[in-house]
């Protein structure tokens, strides 16, 4: 595990459908409960680590992650947990008119989810400020599409449960 990561809100919502706790059916890919043990495992190690939390200091992934997330959600828990430790880093990033994050030309031309510029931008300022980058997701198979061009500009990406994602990925790709 590296020392702090950007989590993407599909990690959050597939651990929290796997978690013990949780007492109501949430909608979560992917719904192979073996895979989502996987992802929550990952999400325990992040919470119980000396690991940081990397977040925009407007705080739109975090309302990101509260309208995906009930409060007593295991997913929410983690994050609040985080917070209530003061183990967040808070990144200043830039926003364009649409209130998305905002990305150099040649990433922008990429990531076309607009909804995961912030999580990108907050991803390339961790890097300018502590040498590493890291995105953690689980079911978004757009990461790989993005992959290469995103390591050109030093995010990283750590697939929770990769083989399964890249062959989502690679099923997406033939379509």
């Known amino acids: 595990m590296k020392d702090r990561y950007v989590v993407d809100t599909n990690v959050l919502i597939a651990a929290t459908a796997a ?9 979560a ?3 192979d409960v073996e895979l ?10 992040f919470e119980s680590g000396d690991v940081r939390m990397l977040v925009d200091s407007d705080l739109k992934i975090f309302d990101e992650y509260n ?24 990144l200043e990033i830039e926003y364009d008119e ?41 079911s978004d198979t757009d990461w790989h599409e993005w992959e290469a061009k995103l390591l050109e500009h030093s995010v990283l990406l750590e697939p929770i449960i990769e083989e399964w994602s890249r062959q989502k990925h690679a099923e997406k790709q033939a379509r």
């Not at 989502?36 to 190690?45: C, P, T």
């Not at 031309?109 to 510029?117: F, I, K, M, P, Q």
């Not at 040498?131 to 689980?138: K, L, N, P, R, S």
Request: net charge negative; hydrophobic share 45%; glycine share 6%.
């Open 19 to 27: 978690h013990h706790t949780t007492m109501r059916v949430i909608d």
């Open 29 to 31: 890919t992917p719904v």
């Open 36 to 45: 989502r043990n996987v992802i929550k495992d990952w999400l325990v190690e």
């Open 67 to 90: 309208g995906a997330l009930n409060h007593n959600d295991y997913g929410r828990q983690v994050v609040l947990s985080k917070f209530s430790t003061a183990a967040v880093d808070f």
């Open 98 to 138: 649409n209130g998305d994050g905002v990305l150099s030309q040649a990433l922008s031309d990429v990531v076309h989810d607009r909804a995961d510029r912030k999580m990108v931008a907050t991803a390339l300022e961790a890097h300018t400020q502590f040498g590493e980058g890291c995105i953690a997701f689980a």
